[in-house]
């Protein structure tokens, strides 16, 4: 659910899956896929991560997957194509924050009303947090990371986090902590703003916040492979790859494989599970207009500067506007799950081509930032 790694400014086999000849000829290639390669075989055998993997959709619908190294560590079992499952971590940030402002839309929601008016007496600081109080806190800045709530990853303790923990608990660790500003007074990402967003959705909706976001966003974008998994559900539906971490206790030894994972731990701020193919989709329906109202859209789009981030960087709604090395912009989030193994960034560019890259092991910096890399070569190659 971290991003700082994953964003920043972006300034055993490969294989490739195309469209056919004829097809590609007619409105020529997609991206360089032999660029785009080289980038995933760099990460896949100087990095220690088993797979990696590239999808580009262009604004017709064609698409091209580019893959390196193995599924399963160990194996010679082929990576996953573009329709293969993995945990998006907190791209699901754009999901929580399209289905509070499909509630804006529909007039339940006022993203500048304070979080007291959905939330009341929910949002109340104790011990260090004590000067936290959501009548201070707008909604808007749960979305843009402009409310000061410390990020309760940075607290929650990592040998808890096999069994299921409820959205409130999460909260309840953040608000024990000191503020990192007054609201509206800074820009710091926090996953708490996020929990609390899935928790307004749920108290409108009276859904869970898995099915709330089926219903406004996942069904309506169509996305067939997308799904929210449920508390207490570890395993990862349908085809797949491996995921795997560095055993801390041993840095050198082999990986660990942590493709087992409990969701609740991420909540509304990263537990979904989706595939390339349906978030080059969601991309392209969410920003063609499909998925909220034009006035709506811009609301997701008004930016501030994201200084954590990088040179450049804006963060607007659950969306980030992050520069491309060869101009342009790509409305983009990534992040990744440190208990999960993975990382991925995913996005659109200013010409309507969609991009997700991912990676099926954390292991350091080094992959995370070839990861991004390859992002960048995949739009501007």
């Known amino acids: 659910m971290t991003i700082r790694r994953v964003v920043g400014a972006i300034a055993v086999g490969a294989s490739v899956a195309a469209l056919s000849a004829p097809a590609a000829a007619a409105h020529g290639p997609i991206t360089d896929a032999a660029a785009v390669k080289a980038q995933l075989d760099l990460i896949t055998s100087t990095d220690r991560i088993p797979g ?10 064609r698409s091209v997957t580019i893959t390196s190294g193995t599924a399963e560590l160990g194996t010679d079992r082929a990576m996953v194509d573009g329709d293969g499952r993995f945990r998006i971590a907190s791209v699901t940030k754009p999901f929580t924050a399209v289905a509070v402002l499909q509630l804006v839309a529909r007039q339940q929601v006022r993203l500048d009303a304070p979080v007291e008016t ?39 303790n990592p040998a808890e986090r096999d069994q299921p923990v409820e959205a409130a608990e999460l909260v309840r660790i953040a608000l024990s902590h000191k503020p990192d500003f007054d609201p509206g007074e800074g820009w710091k990402y926090s996953n708490t703003g996020y929990v609390l967003a899935g928790m307004i959705v749920e108290r409108l909706t009276h859904k869970d916040i898995g099915t709330a976001v089926t219903d406004l966003v996942i069904r309506p974008a169509h996305l067939r492979n997308t799904y929210w998994p ?40 990263g537990a979904m599970v989706s595939t390339p193919s349906d ?7 969410l ?14 789009h008004t930016v501030v500067p994201a200084p954590g981030l990088g040179k450049g960087v804006e963060y607007g709604l659950g969306v980030i506007r992050l520069p491309l090395s060869c101009g342009g912009h790509i409305w983009v989030h990534g992040g990744d799950l440190a208990g ?36 960048d070569v995949a739009l501007c190659s």
């Open 52 to 61: 990696a993997l590239a999808e580009v959709r262009d604004r017709r619908g």
């Open 230 to 269: 449920p508390a207490g559900e570890r395993r990862i539906r349908g085809p797949h790859a491996r995921n795997y971490t560095v055993d801390n206790a041993d840095p050198a030894g082999p990986l660990v494989d942590v493709t087992e994972f409990e969701p609740s731990w991420a909540g509304a701020s």
């Open 287 to 300: 920003l063609g207009g499909q998925l909220l109202p034009g006035w709506a859209l811009a609301q997701m």
């Open 279 to 285: 978030l080059n989709r969601f991309w392209q329906k």
């Open 340 to 375: 999960g193994g993975v990382a991925n960034i995913s996005g659109q560019d200013d010409s309507g081509r969609a991009a997700t890259v991912y990676i099926t092991a954390l292991t350091g910096g080094a992959g995370v930032d070839h990861m991004r890399r390859t992002m």
């Open 118 to 156: 959905y939330l009341p007496g929910v949002v109340r600081g104790t011990g260090e947090g004590s000067e936290i109080d959501g009548r201070d806190i707008k909604v808007r800045q749960l979305l843009q990371h402009t409310s000061g709530l410390p990020d309760y990853v940075t607290f929650a």
